[in-house]
């Protein structure tokens, strides 16, 4: 079966309560009642619920930028997967780049995190890729399979399914540097060998696998016609409504 593309806007930690609403309204009237892809809006949490409202009756669905590990509890400042399923995300990210580097998340955690989420019934997007100095050191195949190995161990086939994987590489991330297509397609095909290897050809070749880093309008295409690219999480390009659907044309 052919895998359908997604593209996700990650907004981070942007927009006001207004944009946000704003912006998921932009999205749904540009995306129509049946995209010919996938498409999701990760905002900041404190704005899922009047997002998720915005969004109520449309095509374009909701994701949270993170999850935390328990269902419930004394973990001050975190936030449950039945909480998000609550407000109306159909996805958790998990491992983003920010979060491994700026916020010192660990694979290890990563692992919990999918586990709490996909048992939970959440679809994941994870996220992986290597830094500048680490593919100065060609050494961005060890660090895919460091990355998948922790985060995915111990996940049975059903939950493989609700499973989306996210090629971020750091060096191209918020820096204008895109990935060129030849590059991107290299990395997106090890990362598939590398699924195979350890889970198997079926679940290999179902996963989802999105490009992150600088991804526009313009560099979209090229990306997208690339066999092992399923999509794209946006950063940036997801803040403003054309920028974002230029991309998601991209990928009908
Ligand atoms: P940019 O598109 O701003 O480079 O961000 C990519 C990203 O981190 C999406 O999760």
Redesign the pocket.
């Known amino acids: 079966m052919p895998r359908r593309k997604l593209v996700a806007g990650?907004w981070?930690m942007n927009t006001t309560r207004a944009e946000a609403v704003a912006l998921a309204q932009g999205v749904a009237a540009g995306v129509g009642a049946s995209p010919k892809c996938d498409v999701a809006v990760i905002p900041p949490f404190v704005w899922l619920d009047p997002v998720a409202a915005a969004l109520k009756g449309t095509a374009v669905q909701l994701g949270a930028q993170d999850v935390y590990t328990e269902p419930k509890g004394a973990f001050t400042g975190e936030i449950s997967p039945a909480m998000l399923l609550e407000v109306g995300c159909q996805y958790a990210?998990v491992g983003?780049?920010?979060r491994r580097h700026v916020i010192g998340e660990t694979d290890a955690a990563t692992n919990h995190k999918v586990h709490a989420a996909l048992e939970a019934g959440l679809h994941v997007i994870l996220?992986i890729g290597e830094t500048l100095a680490e593919r100065e050191r060609n050494l961005q195949e060890r660090v895919f399979q460091r990355q998948v190995y922790a985060a995915c161990a111990g996940l049975t086939d059903e939950q493989f399914g609700r499973l989306t994987l996210?090629y971020?590489p750091v060096w191209?991330?918020?820096?204008?540097k895109v990935a060129t297509p030849e590059l991107a397609q290299e990395a997106h095909k090890n990362i598939r060998a590398r699924m195979a290897l350890l889970y198997g050809d079926n679940i290999a070749g179902a996963l989802p696998i999105l490009y992150?880093?600088?991804?526009t309008g313009d560099s979209a295409p090229g990306l997208f016609a690339q066999p092992d690219i399923d999509g794209g999480?946006?950063?940036?390009?997801?803040l403003k409504a054309d920028s974002f659907l230029k991309i998601v044309a991209a990928a009908g």
Not at 172 to 176: D, V
Not at 212 to 215: K, N, T, V
Not at 233 to 238: E, F
């Open positions: 990650n981070k990210l983003h780049s920010e996220c996210a971020e191209a991330i918020g820096t204008g992150g880093g600088s991804l999480l946006v950063g940036g390009a997801s």
